[in-house]
Each structure stands twice: as structure tokens, then as C-alpha cells.
């Protein structure tokens, strides 16, 4: 028995040591490639990995847990991570739309507007997910200093097939459940940025991290950061911080000439290398039907990427890529494999139509997921679902329909749709727009709600994304709910304040002026 106990003794006493001498290697990466439109994307991909590491059982979270020592991994994210047991996470936070026609796909995935938080948890009894979920959004909240409290139950739901994970979910007993929420309306800014660096090795003092410019990244034609966490049985947890920027040099140059260099884009260069990174890469995609010249000369050249590695080359480092024609405005774009217009019709303030437009560029049949996660404010009508391809009508599959709770919970509208090679699938569908209360509105109620965007799912790998690893997300609406003359009360104050300002005026007249009668000219009679 003693035996035993000495042994789990030992077993207790090594498994913290074992977490703290996990080895950590930390990773970075620009990409920068020129878009058919003349604009030029940047991603900036930071990977933390924390090798042998496991996410935290959720069945432990009575108990203490076990003491966390990192050296590069961020500490901060760490602790909210092991507090709520969080297994996987993604956080985005992005101002503007992707344009997939012109652009083609991003090379991180989470392009919705506005702020979008998902999370795969463990379930367990001592703590349910939804309780943890709640405390997962307010610690990121206060972390990146972002409206995430905001993510609460009107807009929570679960939809399982489109958030795949993207790493491993370890093998408890407890089964494992997604939470998803998204806030269109949140964007990000300077605010966000900064906590985001803190979490860093090197913040934005050297390295890749150093061209992170908050006045030139805002300043871009579209820009969003990403904080990925994931665990792969082989490996480790590990920890993707990105930062992607859509920048148009076409704008800022009066040349008409896609020129960019690294101190044009980020108003920066490269001045010295970050010690701890194991690597540290600057890609440039090397256009392949135009001439050009980049400098310095990339020491390295893998099919069509000039790669520079910052440890080994002479600092500082300011690439540039000058072309030598004149940039020649496309007149036809081949961008995404799949792409999709949404728009709300309708002048009436109580009812109106979604019409959702998915278009099909590959010479295949493509079966895609359509997801709707669509806040209790705008109800659907399945009745009048229709779909049609050219006037004639087509079949959907597979609906998963669980209705909103007005006040409480959103819709999750979800439906199987195959289209055929080259064709346009059209889907209409009628709306009912909610009557808020007068305190439910927002304080500048005439603009209207943001409705959090759509998202398509193919079921079959394109562009080299295995399925469920894609996800293709609509643009933003925005929706104009029936609001309250607001300015009723603010007329009433003025109209009263003007009356009794008339009032006062005049009875004060009165009771203060001294009336004197002065005789003119009774002196000389006299
Ligand atoms: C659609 O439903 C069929 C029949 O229930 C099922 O076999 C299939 O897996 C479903 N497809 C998806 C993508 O959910
Ligand atoms: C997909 O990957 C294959 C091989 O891995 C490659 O030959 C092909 O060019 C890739 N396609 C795209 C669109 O990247």
C-alpha cells in the first residue's frame, strides 16, 4: 500500500515538471503576394508551440491545476486557456469585406466582418460549457480589450459541421461541443492590436513583428487579426497569432504601377532579427507572367516564392518589387471557386426577403453547406423557401432548422445545397422583422442592426483545402427594424424650455424694472 502511495507520489510530483520543461518553439512568417486587381495582401502568421503539452481535462477543473511556466508561449492566454479547458479556439476580429471574386481565397480563413468567436470544450458536470463559455468571453474581452461580453446568448449557437476542428480533440469521457458566436459590428483597432503584440516574444521590437505599424495596418483597404489555439495529438498545443492586411499601392503611388517595398507598405523595414524565433521567413510571391526585378536578390527561391530568412541575411532587410509595365486594370476577375451575394429586400419595417445568390465556377457539381446563425431580430418564413437555378426549381436537402427565441436565442438555419458545374443556385426567402422594446435599441438606432454574415462550407476539398476546412463567409447586412421617433421627447423639452423661458422672461421683466414717469419740457412752463 505504502509502495502504492509513494508512487503516486512521485507520478504527482513529476507532472508538473514535465508541462514546465515542455520544450516551446516559436515560429514566424510574412507572406506577401500581389492581387489580380493591383492591391497587395500581407499575412503575418506567429506560431507558438508548446511541445508534449495537452489541453486541460475539464473532469480537473475542481482542483487545483497544475503550475504553468512557459518562456515564450504567451503566459496570459495560457492562463484563461487552463482556466475554462478550453481545447481549441478561434478568435477573428476584422474591419471591411473580403472580396473572394477578386481576391480569391485568404490565406486564414476567418475573414467575417467584425469580431467572431468559436471554441471546441469538453463537457463536463462540474462545470457545464455554457457557464465556461461565458467566462471564455470576458476574460478574451478584457484581454484584447474587445466588445466580446457583447458574444452573449442572443448570440450563441452550435453548429457543429461547419466548425470542424482543426486540430485533435483529446479522447476524455467527457464528449466534446462547439460554441460559436459572432458580432458584425465590432471592429477592430489600435486597442486590439497592442495586447495582441504583448503576446509575443519579441513584441514589435524585432523581428517580422517590428512592420506590425498600427498607422500604415489601419490604413489598409481591408485588415483583420486572428488568435488560433489548437492541439495535435502528435505535437503539442500551439498557439497562431495572424494578422492579415489587403494595402493598394495603386492609391498611394502616382505612378500607375503596383510597386510596393516593405517601407511603403508598413512605413518600416526589418532592422534586426528576433533571437528566440526558430525561423523567420519573408515569402513574396514571384508573379509569373509580368517582368519584374526584387531586391535584394532572394537568396532562396521555392517554385514560385522568393523566400528571405531573416536569420541569415544582412540586416536591415526592405524588400522591394518594382514591375516594369504599367498595372493594366483586369476586365474579367477568376477568383474564388465559389461565390455568394446575400441581400435583404424590401422597404417594409415588419416584413421582408433574403435572397441568397451562390454561384458555381468549377466544371464540377459542388455539395455545399450553408449555414445562417441569425439573431432573433430577423425571423424566416420556411414556408417560403424556394430555390431555383435559371427559373427552373431545384431541390435543397439535409434542413436543419432550430427556430429563435425572441429576447433569448438566435436561429441556426442550415441546408445542403448541390450545384451544378457553372451555374448560379438562387434561394429566396421571406423575413419577419422583430418589434424591439424601446430600451432594446441601440443608442444609435436609426442605423440599423448588423446581421452576422453566412457561411459556406464545400464538401469537397478546392483549392487544396481538405473538406470542412474551408469556410467561405458573405458579406454583412444590415437590417432597418421598426425604431421609435426618438426625437419626440427631445421636441417636447425644447418646445417647454422655450415656453417657460418665455414666461419667466417677461413676469421677471416686469416684477424687476422700475417704471419712473419722466415729464419732458414742464420745467419751462413752471
Ligand atoms: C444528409 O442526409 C443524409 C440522409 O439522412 C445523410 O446520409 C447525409 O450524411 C447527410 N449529409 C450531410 C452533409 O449532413
Ligand atoms: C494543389 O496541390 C497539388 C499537389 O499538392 C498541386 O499540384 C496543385 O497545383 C495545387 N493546387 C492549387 C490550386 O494550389
Given at each position: 500500500?505504502?509502495?502504492?502511495r509513494?508512487?503516486?507520489?512521485?507520478?504527482?510530483?513529476?507532472?508538473?515538471?514535465?508541462?514546465?520543461?515542455?520544450?516551446?518553439?516559436?515560429?514566424?512568417?510574412?507572406?506577401?503576394?500581389?492581387?489580380?486587381?493591383?492591391?497587395?495582401?500581407?499575412?503575418?502568421?506567429?506560431?507558438?508551440?508548446?511541445?508534449?503539452?495537452?489541453?486541460?481535462?475539464?473532469?480537473?477543473?475542481?482542483?487545483?491545476?497544475?503550475?504553468?511556466h512557459?518562456?515564450?508561449?504567451?503566459?496570459?492566454?495560457?492562463?484563461?486557456?487552463?482556466?475554462?479547458?478550453?481545447?481549441?479556439?478561434?478568435?477573428?476580429?476584422?474591419?471591411?469585406?473580403?472580396?473572394?471574386?477578386?481576391?480569391?481565397?485568404?490565406?486564414?480563413?476567418?475573414?467575417?466582418?467584425?469580431?467572431?468567436?468559436?471554441?471546441?470544450?469538453?463537457?463536463?458536470?462540474?462545470?457545464?460549457?455554457?457557464k465556461?463559455?461565458?467566462?471564455?468571453?470576458?476574460a478574451?474581452?478584457?484581454l484584447?480589450?474587445?466588445?466580446?461580453?457583447?458574444?452573449?446568448?442572443?448570440?450563441?449557437?452550435?453548429?457543429?459541421?461547419t466548425f470542424?476542428?482543426?486540430?485533435?480533440?483529446?479522447?476524455?469521457?467527457?464528449?466534446?461541443?462547439?460554441?460559436h458566436?459572432?458580432?458584425?459590428?465590432?471592429?477592430?483597432?489600435?486597442?486590439?492590436?497592442?495586447?495582441?503584440?504583448?503576446?509575443?516574444?519579441?513584441?514589435s521590437?524585432?523581428g517580422?513583428?517590428?512592420?506590425?505599424?498600427?498607422?500604415?495596418?489601419?490604413?489598409?483597404d481591408?485588415?483583420?487579426?486572428?488568435?488560433?489555439?489548437?492541439?495535435?495529438?502528435?505535437?503539442?498545443?500551439?498557439?497562431?497569432?495572424?494578422?492579415?492586411?489587403?494595402?493598394?499601392?495603386?492609391?498611394?503611388?502616382?505612378?500607375?504601377?503596383?510597386?510596393?517595398?516593405?517601407?511603403?507598405?508598413?512605413?518600416?523595414?526589418?532592422?534586426?532579427?528576433?533571437?528566440?524565433?526558430?525561423?523567420?521567413?519573408?515569402?513574396?510571391?514571384?508573379?509569373?507572367?509580368?517582368?519584374?526585378?526584387?531586391?535584394p536578390?532572394?537568396?532562396?527561391?521555392?517554385?514560385?516564392?522568393?523566400?528571405?530568412?531573416?536569420?541569415?541575411?544582412?540586416?536591415?532587410?526592405?524588400?522591394?518589387?518594382?514591375?516594369?509595365?504599367?498595372?493594366?486594370?483586369?476586365?474579367?476577375?477568376?477568383?474564388?471557386?465559389?461565390?455568394?451575394?446575400?441581400?435583404?429586400?424590401?422597404?417594409?419595417?415588419?416584413?421582408?426577403?433574403?435572397?441568397?445568390?451562390?454561384?458555381?465556377?468549377?466544371?464540377?457539381?459542388?455539395?455545399?453547406?450553408?449555414?445562417?446563425?441569425?439573431?432573433?431580430?430577423?425571423?424566416?418564413?420556411?414556408?417560403?423557401?424556394?430555390?431555383?437555378i435559371?427559373?427552373?426549381?431545384?431541390?435543397?436537402?439535409?434542413?436543419?432548422?432550430?427556430?429563435?427565441?425572441?429576447?433569448?436565442?438566435?436561429?441556426?438555419?442550415?441546408?445542403?445545397?448541390?450545384?451544378?458545374?457553372?451555374?448560379?443556385?438562387?434561394?429566396?426567402?421571406?423575413?419577419?422583422?422583430?418589434?424591439?422594446?424601446?430600451?432594446?435599441?441601440?443608442?444609435?438606432?436609426?442605423?440599423?442592426?448588423?446581421?452576422?454574415?453566412?457561411?459556406?462550407?464545400?464538401?469537397?476539398?478546392?483549392?487544396?483545402?481538405?473538406?470542412?476546412?474551408?469556410?467561405?463567409?458573405?458579406?454583412?447586412?444590415?437590417?432597418?427594424?421598426?425604431?421609435?421617433?426618438?426625437?419626440?421627447?427631445?421636441?417636447?423639452?425644447?418646445?417647454?424650455?422655450?415656453?417657460?423661458?418665455?414666461?419667466?422672461?417677461?413676469?421677471?421683466?416686469?416684477?424687476?424694472?422700475?417704471?419712473?414717469?419722466?415729464?419732458?419740457?414742464?420745467?419751462?412752463?413752471?
Amino acid at each position: 500500500m505504502a509502495k502504492w502511495r509513494a508512487l503516486f507520489c512521485l507520478a504527482a510530483c513529476l507532472y508538473p515538471s514535465a508541462l514546465a520543461i515542455s520544450t516551446e518553439q516559436f515560429d514566424e512568417e510574412l507572406t506577401i503576394r500581389p492581387l489580380p486587381d493591383g492591391k497587395v495582401a500581407s499575412t503575418f502568421r506567429f506560431t507558438t508551440l508548446l511541445q508534449g503539452a495537452t489541453p486541460r481535462d475539464p473532469q480537473s477543473l475542481g482542483g487545483d491545476d497544475v503550475s504553468q511556466h512557459y518562456t515564450v508561449f504567451p503566459l496570459a492566454l495560457g492562463q484563461i486557456l487552463r482556466e475554462y479547458a478550453v481545447t481549441e479556439l478561434h478568435l477573428s476580429l476584422n474591419a471591411g469585406k473580403w472580396r473572394y471574386d477578386r481576391w480569391g481565397l485568404p490565406k486564414e480563413l476567418g475573414v467575417g466582418t467584425g469580431a467572431e468567436l468559436w471554441a471546441w470544450m469538453g463537457d463536463t458536470e462540474v462545470t457545464s460549457i455554457d457557464k465556461r463559455w461565458k467566462g471564455l468571453r470576458n476574460a478574451l474581452a478584457g484581454l484584447f480589450c474587445a466588445s466580446l461580453g457583447s458574444l452573449d446568448d442572443l448570440r450563441t449557437t452550435s453548429p457543429v459541421q461547419t466548425f470542424q476542428p482543426e486540430g485533435d480533440l483529446p479522447d476524455w469521457d467527457s464528449p466534446h461541443d462547439v460554441r460559436h458566436a459572432s458580432l458584425p459590428s465590432e471592429h477592430v483597432c489600435t486597442e486590439n492590436l497592442t495586447p495582441f503584440l504583448k503576446l509575443l516574444p519579441c513584441k514589435s521590437r524585432s523581428g517580422i513583428a517590428s512592420l506590425l505599424n498600427p498607422h500604415r495596418l489601419f490604413d489598409a483597404d481591408w485588415h483583420g487579426m486572428g488568435v488560433h489555439v489548437l492541439w495535435r495529438e502528435k505535437e503539442g498545443v500551439e498557439v497562431r497569432l495572424t494578422f492579415q492586411s489587403v494595402s493598394d499601392p495603386l492609391r498611394s503611388g502616382s505612378r500607375q504601377k503596383q510597386d510596393w517595398s516593405l517601407h511603403s507598405l508598413f512605413g518600416r523595414s526589418i532592422e534586426r532579427e528576433c533571437p528566440v524565433a526558430h525561423s523567420s521567413r519573408v515569402l513574396v510571391a514571384l508573379p509569373q507572367d509580368q517582368s519584374y526585378s526584387i531586391t535584394p536578390e532572394p537568396p532562396l527561391v521555392e517554385t514560385e516564392w522568393a523566400v528571405f530568412d531573416t536569420t541569415k541575411i544582412n540586416m536591415p532587410l526592405n524588400t522591394a518589387m518594382t514591375w516594369a509595365q504599367n498595372f493594366e486594370f483586369p476586365t474579367e476577375f477568376n477568383g474564388a471557386p465559389l461565390t455568394v451575394k446575400r441581400t435583404l429586400r424590401g422597404t417594409s419595417q415588419a416584413y421582408g426577403q433574403l435572397s441568397i445568390t451562390v454561384q458555381n465556377r468549377l466544371s464540377s457539381e459542388l455539395p455545399v453547406l450553408y449555414l445562417e446563425t441569425m439573431p432573433w431580430l430577423v425571423q424566416f418564413y420556411l414556408s417560403t423557401l424556394k430555390a431555383s437555378i435559371g427559373g427552373k426549381p431545384h431541390a435543397l436537402s439535409n434542413l436543419t432548422y432550430i427556430p429563435a427565441i425572441p429576447h433569448s436565442r438566435p436561429t441556426t438555419f442550415q441546408m445542403l445545397l448541390t450545384i451544378p458545374a457553372k451555374s448560379d443556385l438562387e434561394i429566396v426567402l421571406d423575413v419577419n422583422k422583430a418589434f424591439l422594446l424601446y430600451a432594446e435599441h441601440p443608442p444609435d438606432a436609426q442605423r440599423g442592426w448588423d446581421l452576422p454574415p453566412a457561411i459556406l462550407t464545400p464538401l469537397v476539398p478546392i483549392a487544396n483545402h481538405s473538406t470542412g476546412q474551408l469556410r467561405i463567409y458573405t458579406p454583412t447586412l444590415l437590417v432597418d427594424l421598426a425604431t421609435p421617433d426618438f426625437s419626440m421627447p427631445y421636441n417636447v423639452i425644447i418646445f417647454t424650455c422655450s415656453l417657460i423661458a418665455f414666461l419667466f422672461g417677461n413676469v421677471f421683466n416686469l416684477l424687476t424694472r422700475k417704471f419712473v414717469i419722466i415729464r419732458v419740457g414742464s420745467d419751462k412752463t413752471t
